[in-house]
């Protein structure tokens, strides 16, 4: 691992001018972090430990009724779109996120993002509040400002499409996100597959899909949507990043039943990418990740954060430093490793990382 780290460091740091574009789209909240409040004595707080400890509150009041307070850590800009854009602006690309930002006008959580980054509004922002633990997050989203978001909605809109078009011929990186949210996402992405990239002169590009928990979705859903990803093959490398729940998800999609006991998720994740068509799949959970493509899987072991400051983003924060690494010439294990360092800055402190900080970080693992 030392010899690793010490060659991502080299690498990054040789490449760190370099300033790639990217496009992301197409979600947009305002996430309200907070944290259920166990017990309370005067001002003392005690706050659930785990999502178990905090299932078992919630089922003592099945058929009763009861409450729980709540303690909001932070409101804050939120959705996949906009916390990958802020991410990958740290890391020094040059990138236009259009989501769910507000309407008539950006709405104020987004404002300091749009100093760094070019924000495009499609409509009012999506409102979330995610309850953290110390093993995870809930969240529970209000949705609606997504139901009339299909490709028809964009492309009647004349500005929107020339946003689209121009950045299929101008960026490095398309990131398409938040897949389980947006009820027209297949919709969207068929749409910009069919309408829009055939007539674009740009071809080496990359596609980053991120689904988001896909539970919700039925197998058919999940099925359509692998097929329009198999249309981006055709115009520059596909990658679709799942985290350990999203490929147990897919794989159960896909195969009709769950991985059975004691199958490693590398072997999961080797039977996924043979079932789909795509060209990379990233699989990043908590303590580790993998990258399988035809020519050889890499995984890539890391650490976890002992006191994490914030959990929600952590996936995003992921994605971007992986693929702002992979764009600019890193290995793969290097850019799975500044992937995970790029979480870890993130999870440890609640700011997106800068390559230097992605340095330090490894520095110090």
């Known amino acids: 691992m030392k010899e690793l780290i010490e060659e991502t460091i ?62 909001t850590r932070i409101t804050k800009a939120g959705g996949n779109a906009p916390i990958m854009s802020d991410a990958l ?3 020094n690309v040059d990138t236009t996120c259009m989501g769910t930002l507000g309407k008539p006008k950006l709405n104020a959580v987004f404002q300091e993002l749009s100093t760094r980054c070019k924000l495009v509004s499609l409509g009012p922002e999506a409102v979330s509040n995610a309850f953290e633990f110390g093993d995870g997050k809930i969240i ?39 897949w389980v949210n947006l009820p027209h996402a297949t919709d969207i ?33 999940v099925r359509e949507m692998l097929e329009v990803l198999s249309i981006y093959q055709d115009f520059g490398t596909v990658i679709l990043g799942l985290n350990e729940n999203e490929t147990i998800l897919m794989y159960a999609a896909l195969k009709g039943e769950e991985p059975h006991s004691g199958q490693s998720l ?5 039977i996924i990418f ?37 959990l929600t983003g952590a996936g995003d924060n992921f994605n971007a430093g992986f693929i702002t690494s992979w764009i600019r010439g890193l290995s793969a294990e290097s850019s799975l490793l500044a992937g995970m360092a790029a ?6 402190t609640g700011q997106s990382a800068s390559i230097k900080d992605i340095i330090h970080y490894l520095q110090n693992w």
């Open 266 to 270: 590398i072997t999961t994740s080797k």
């Open 89 to 91: 602006c740290s890391l």
């Open 189 to 221: 992405w068929r749409g910009i597959a069919k309408d829009l990239l055939p007539k674009a002169s740009r071809k080496k590009r990359y596609f980053f899909f991120d689904l988001c928990d896909p539970s919700k979705k039925s197998s058919a859903s």
């Open 10 to 71: 080299k690498e990054l740091q040789k490449a760190a001018d370099l300033v790639p574009k990217a496009f992301v789209g197409f979600d947009g909240y305002v996430d309200k972090i907070q944290l259920p409040v166990k017990s309370a004595e005067g001002n003392e707080k005690v706050f659930f430990p785990d999502i178990f400890d905090f299932s078992k509150h919630l089922a003592k009041h099945a058929g009763k009724s009861g409450q729980v307070e709540l303690k």
């Open 343 to 348: 979480s870890g800055h993130y999870i440890s």
């Open 274 to 310: 043979s079932e789909i068509s795509v060209d990379l799949l990233l699989v990043h959970p908590n303590a580790n990740s993998i990258l399988v493509s035809k020519e050889r899987t890499v995984e890539v072991n890391g650490k976890l954060v002992a006191q994490p400051k914030v």
């Open 140 to 178: 529970f989203s209000e949705l609606d400002v997504f139901d009339e978001l299909d490709w028809a909605y964009i492309k009647k809109d004349k500005k929107l499409k020339s946003e689209i078009k121009q950045a299929l011929e101008e960026v490095d990186l398309l990131a398409f996100v938040d």
